[in-house]
């Protein structure tokens, strides 16, 4: 069992930045296959970065603003968040992959003013 705990939501006007926080109660050092995903008022959730041991993956909307990186030392995993749209307004989900199973955190909410 892995509990996943987003930190970093907030209220950020067009253009800022954010830095989402994913803490993992265990090691993710071994683990390969993570990500995020995002859900807007009204849509489903959808795939946003993926992190695995062939490199990382972006939804084509978020490409070159946001990065998904990882800190082993601290078992968290990361989403930068450059030049932020509108359209980035959602609950951000964290998750990875452990054998068979999956594992999310409860989300975190970004909302970005125009």
């Known amino acids: 069992q892995v509990q996943l705990v987003e930190s970093g939501g907030a209220l950020v006007q067009f253009g800022g930045s954010l830095r989402l926080s994913c803490a993992a109660s265990r090691s993710i050092s071994g683990i390969w296959s993570m990500g995020w995903y995002r859900q807007a008022p009204g849509k489903q959730r959808e795939w946003v970065a993926t992190?695995?041991?062939?490199?990382?993956g972006y939804k084509d909307s978020v490409k070159g603003r946001f990065t998904i990186s990882r800190d082993n030392a601290k078992n968290t995993l990361y989403l930068q968040m450059n030049s932020l749209k509108a359209e980035d307004t959602a609950v951000y989900y964290c998750?990875?992959?452990?054998?068979?199973?999956?594992?999310w955190g409860q989300g975190t909410q970004v909302t970005v003013s125009s």
């Open positions: 992190l695995t041991s062939g490199g990382t």
């Open positions: 998750y990875l992959n452990l054998g068979p199973n999956s594992y």
